[in-house]
């Protein structure tokens, strides 16, 4: 059973179009993350859902608007598509709990390369 | 946000101990330090994280200076399987946010 899975695994596509990249958890977490990986490597947060609503929201252009339709799922929707968006997009999924001695540990889906042409 | 500094790459012969350091001279009080790894073609996974006191799980230890201004991630006997990226990463106590740095570059050779 995958934990965290993505659709598609890979998306090529002409600049201007617009897309989604679908995420899934089944690990009954109540927050849910997209993370950007570019192409020197540089991982970086983008969005954070908790029980669908977003609470982190990283100067992020207003093109990618991500839509949470229940806990399990966190969808990105990315406008008009640009070169410099290529990159591999990862979900991710945490149970949040803000006690002192917790991991909140997060689980990564396998990631979408998005090639923008 | 505080950062972290790690050297770009190290290398390893497999079976052997490896220790990989981190710096993190701005660490605040209340910052965990954790640490995730990412292998070639996959998401990052959790490997360990701590607050003051050295840690061990299954996968590693986490040994923290007395001053907290760094920490070093231990693993006993690399394997094949655990050539990756290795990101040290602090996490302020009242968030989830995790700010990946460049992480170090593993290579183990048999």
């Known amino acids: 059973d995958t934990a965290v899975s993505q659709t598609p695994k890979y998306l090529v596509t002409q600049m201007g179009n617009d897309k989604s990249i679908k995420c899934e958890q089944n690990?009954?977490?109540?927050?849910m993350y997209w993370y950007k990986q570019d192409s020197k490597k540089f991982l970086k947060i983008m969005f954070s859902y908790n029980n669908k609503e977003l609470i982190i929201n990283e100067t992020v252009p207003n093109r990618f608007s991500p839509k949470s339709p229940d806990k399990a799922h966190l969808n990105l929707h990315i406008n008009s598509l640009e070169l410099g968006d290529s990159a591999v997009y990862f979900c991710?999924?945490?149970?949040?709990?803000?006690?002192?001695?917790?991991?909140?540990?997060?689980?990564f889906g396998p990631g979408t390369r998005l090639t923008v042409l | 946000d505080a950062k972290t500094t790690q050297p770009n790459s190290m290398e390893s012969n497999e079976e052997e101990p490896v220790h990989l350091p981190c710096n993190h001279s701005?660490?605040?009080?209340?910052?965990?330090i954790h640490w995730y790894r990412q292998l070639p073609s996959q998401g990052p996974e959790y490997v360990i994280h701590?607050?003051?006191s050295n840690v061990n799980n299954r996968m590693a230890s986490l040994a923290i200076a007395e001053d907290r201004k760094s920490s070093t991630l231990i693993l006993h006997r690399a394997t094949l399987r655990d050539a990756a990226v290795y990101y040290c990463i602090l996490r302020a106590y009242n968030t989830d946010k995790l700010i990946f740095g460049t992480g170090t570059r593993l290579q183990v050779f048999p």
């Open positions: 690990l009954g977490h109540d927050t």
């Open positions: 991710a999924s945490s149970q949040v709990d803000w006690r002192e001695t917790s991991n909140n540990e997060q689980f």
């Open positions: 701590g607050l003051t």
């Open positions: 701005t660490i605040s009080g209340t910052d965990y």
